[in-house]
């Protein structure tokens, strides 16, 4: 017998989202620094490491995000893996893109910000884009990471935040 009774077609897209909503995964703010513009950063959950040598990292975005483009023109992205006390930086990012002045951040190899208080960073040089449906899939060759050991990390799981159990 089967635990799984909820079984429906992938293309309603309730259904796609319940299943892989409870695909646990860390949270994200991808941060980009376009020359010109203000630097920018996108709440994403939709990151893989992808290949240790070469290292390479990707993430998805959907192709009607406004931010695509800034991407697109960096050429640049750091992976910022939010601590578990940054729901907030969470839900900011997923709606206001712009970081303001008040956000510590820095930069390392490639220029786009680093949040001084992420879980982990991975600094990436954008290597190449991949059409997926309505998201465009960006792969980026990590040049630096950096990561603390004094925090745990953001979970988003079934729409909602949670952190691992001590
Ligand atoms: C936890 C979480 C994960 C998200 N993951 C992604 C993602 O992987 N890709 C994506 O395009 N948008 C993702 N979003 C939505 C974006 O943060 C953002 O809201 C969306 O791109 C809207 O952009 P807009 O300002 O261009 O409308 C996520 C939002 C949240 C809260």
Redesign the pocket.
């Known amino acids: 017998m089967s635990f799984i009774d909820n079984r429906r077609n992938a293309d309603d897209p309730a259904a796609f989202k319940a299943a892989f909503g409870r695909f646990a995964t860390g ?1 994200s703010v991808v941060t980009c620094a376009p020359e010109g513009v203000e630097p920018i950063g ?6 893989s490491s992808v290949s240790l040598d070469p290292a390479l990292a990707m ?4 192709d ?4 695509l483009a800034q991407f697109l023109r960096a050429g640049h992205f750091a992976l910022n893996i939010l601590a578990e006390e940054q729901a907030d930086v ?2 900011r ?3 206001d ?1 712009v970081i303001p002045e008040s956000d510590p951040t820095e930069t390392w190899e490639s220029g786009a910000p680093i949040f001084r208080n992420a879980l982990s960073v991975a600094d990436c040089i954008l290597l190449d884009t991949y059409g997926g449906g309505d ?1 465009v899939i960006l792969l980026g060759r990590v040049v630096q990471v950096g990561y603390r050991e004094d925090a745990g990390p953001l979970i ?1 799981y079934g729409g909602s935040y949670g952190k691992l159990a001590p």
Do not use: M
């Open positions: 949270v996108v709440t994403i959950n939709s990151l993430f998805c975005l959907d009607r995000a406004v931010a969470s839900n990012y997923a709606g893109h998201h988003y």
